[in-house]
């Protein structure tokens, strides 16, 4: 190896180590967040949600070979995911 390389590796050794050690010395300053708050979905999240429901409900309209009670049990997984992720209150900050 050249000298050039051994004294950039040692560099960077020196430099990893000292980062290290500033690492370890700071562990204990973390911060902790107590309440986090009640979480709420992106729009994005519920845009792309409200775009499945239309998309079921075109499929419905069309008179899809996919079987009633199948399209009801989606909808209902739907309109929980919506319900759950508070959708109605995104939307009305949004």
Known sequence: MKI???M???LLGLFAQNEWQEW???INDRIAFDDK???TASLWQCGLLR???ADLDEIR???SPMQRQDMVELRRYL???WLSQRCDSALEQG
């Open 79 to 81: 309109d929980t995911q």
């Open 61 to 63: 309209t069309q008179g």
């Open 51 to 53: 775009q499945r429901m």
């Open 8 to 10: 950039l590796i040692g």
């Open 37 to 39: 708050g009640v979480p």
């Open 24 to 26: 370890r010395s700071n």
């Open 4 to 6: 050039g390389n051994l």
